[in-house]
């Protein structure tokens, strides 16, 4: 039990001051805490040489409490706003998303890059990044180092996005409406969507117009994770019952579907009907506890991230990072010239 709790609090330790660097360093932001706490762990992970008494938390940390962050997220989800809003940038979301994992599929064939990690990039770059990988990883029991790398390569094209996306906006003539579609549907991770989408914002003098209906948008991508997981979980069942993954054990059912995806939809519900529902002061008390629950969803996924980094070997991601980052590319590029081409198809700009 002791050493249980010292894996836990070593994941902590990391968590809580890369958390709050980000808050006290806006610059940061483009970056985000769960780039920095698997950064350091990885660091860490060469310092410390025997790990035995941390093991144990670090695992339950880089496995049960991802799970918990994603079913939390779902507190941040009111449905019936992103139905109202979210549903006319659907074409652009579904095109982007199909994009992304035939690309990655491709990709993978050609480039032999393994299925898991190809995988997580895939879904990374066409959903929301950090938090699609933190679904995906349990249902396609991928390893930490393969997380570690997914993140990374997402991080890369995130950092390049927030920073070159309201410039090549601009250049393009787009309006205010479809740079926050563009954002939404091409930036991979929320925090990157932000710093895009209030950089145009600044540029343009428009408030938080931008913002909102990029957030929004992105939002919407995120309950693409539902249907996403839900596959791969049957198709790594269909695997194991034929014998095709090179597991020396059968998995049943109960341990590949993803559960919490389950009570990761039924924390949307109780949000959207707890916000329809209640007015006045009782809405208010809901929507600070909704907000709390978010925030804690993405402090859970910054420590996951540092239990992740503190179980991987970073002299191994440099040296086999070169085809996963070459994949990630080919789907980033391949998404922002679907969510600029689906735009001039339905005439947004």
């Known amino acids: 039990m002791k050493k249980f709790i010292l894996g836990i609090l070593l994941c902590l330790a990391i968590a809580v001051p890369s958390w709050f660097l980000v808050m006290f360093v806006p610059a940061l932001e483009v970056i985000g805490a769960p780039v920095i706490a698997i950064i350091v762990g990885m660091i860490l992970s060469l310092i410390i040489k025997k790990k035995g008494v941390f093991t144990d938390g670090i695992a339950f940390t880089s496995k049960k409490i991802l799970q918990y962050a994603v079913i939390l997220l779902g507190f941040g989800l009111n449905l019936a706003t992103i139905g109202k809003v979210g549903l006319t940038s659907l074409p652009i979301i579904l095109s982007t998303i199909a994009t992304s ?73 787009m309006s205010n409406e479809g740079f926050a579609l563009f954002a939404g549907t091409a930036v991979n991770d929320t925090s990157s969507v932000t710093a895009a989408a209030s950089t145009w914002d600044s540029m343009h003098g428009t408030g938080s117009m931008v913002l909102d209906s990029a957030t929004i948008v992105k939002l919407t991508r995120t309950l693409a994770i539902i249907p996403i997981t839900l596959v791969l979980a049957f198709v790594r069942m269909r695997k194991e019952k034929s014998g095709n993954t090179g597991s020396k054990t059968k998995v049943s059912l109960k341990k590949i579907f993803p559960m919490f995806i389950l009570y990761f939809v039924l924390a949307s519900v109780i949000t959207t009907i707890a916000t329809s529902v209640l007015t006045g002061q009782a809405l208010d008390v809901a929507n600070s506890i909704f907000g709390f629950l978010k925030q804690l969803s993405k402090f859970f996924i910054v420590m996951a991230m540092a239990a992740i980094g503190l179980n991987t070997n970073i002299v191994k991601l440099v040296k086999t990072g070169g085809k996963p980052i070459l994949l990630g590319f080919t789907c980033w590029v391949a998404i922002t010239g679907v969510s600029i081409l689906m735009q001039h198809v339905l005439g947004i700009w």
């Open 101 to 173: 994992l035939i690309v990655a599929f491709v990709m993978y064939k050609l480039l032999k890059v393994p299925s898991k990690t190809a995988t997580l990039i895939g879904v990374g770059s066409s959903i929301c990044g950090g938090s699609a990988i933190a679904a995906t990883a349990p249902v396609i029991d991928a390893d930490d180092e393969e997380i570690a790398q997914s993140i990374s390569v997402i991080f890369l094209f995130n950092v390049i996005a927030a920073l070159i996306f309201p410039t090549l906006g601009g250049f393009l003539g």
